[in-house]
């Protein structure tokens, strides 16, 4: 009987500005132009900042995407396609829970354990704490099924050292409370209320 082949799970976390998406497009435009691999892309519907066909990193660079609104959709797209590797940007705003096999978890778990066991490699890319520090789900559950941990660092826009954590503003301040899944601008863009976020190191993370 042939042995069973799983596919390889990589995660790309860190905070915001990090280049997790720049490095997810690199992925998703080298894998079929270089290893001729049927590659399908993927990112969540509430992420609108800058293309619902493209997922775009800061620098511009881009590559195509479908917007996914329940994770197990992902799965039907990856057999249309007989897709080989599936990447997903901004894996943490897939938020929706479910029971499967009497076990209560993340959708987007079950999804990619799915596609895993189909022999399909999986690459994500996320935020692994929140704007406060905390541990950011699903993105650091799937960093414990993870054959790859890749971490990604900003800097910080107080000292220019190395940034580990994201700090969101309200008109310039510190914000502590609020939504803990909210699509605001980014350095240099102006979101709903003016929330903003920003990379920070442990020392300039009121917060921590």
């Not at 590659?39 to 195509?64: F, H, N, Q």
């Not at 938020?95 to 690459?123: D, H, M, P, T």
């Not at 910080?156 to 803990?180: F, H, M, Y």
Request: hydrophobic fraction near 40%; charge should be neutral; include cysteine.
């Amino acid at each position: 009987m042939e042995e069973k082949k799983l596919g390889k799970l990589k995660v790309y976390f860190g905070p915001m500005f990090s280049g997790k998406t720049a490095v997810l497009v690199e992925d998703g435009t080298r894998l079929p132009r270089i290893a001729k691999r049927k590659v399908l892309v993927c990112m969540p519907t509430i992420d609108t900042r800058r293309s619902r066909t493209e997922i775009v990193s800061l620098s511009g660079a881009r590559v195509s995407a479908i917007q996914v609104g329940d994770p197990f959709e992902i799965l039907r797209l990856s057999a249309e396609q007989s897709a080989q590797e599936v990447l997903i940007d901004e894996v943490q705003f897939f938020r929706q829970r479910v029971k499967k096999e009497n076990i209560e978890g993340w959708s987007i778990v079950f999804v990619v354990k799915a596609l895993l066991q189909q022999g399909i490699n999986v690459r994500v890319a996320g935020l692994n704490t929140s704007f406060l520090g905390y541990p950011f789900p699903p993105t650091t559950d799937l960093m414990g099924m993870a054959d790859d941990l890749v971490k990604m660092r900003a800097i910080c826009t107080v000292c220019g050292e190395p940034a580990d954590w994201s700090l969101r503003l309200i008109d310039g301040q510190p914000a502590r409370t609020g939504e803990l899944i909210l699509v605001a601008g980014t350095q240099g863009e102006e979101g709903v209320g003016c929330e903003t976020y920003e990379a920070r190191c442990s020392n300039h993370h009121p917060f921590l």
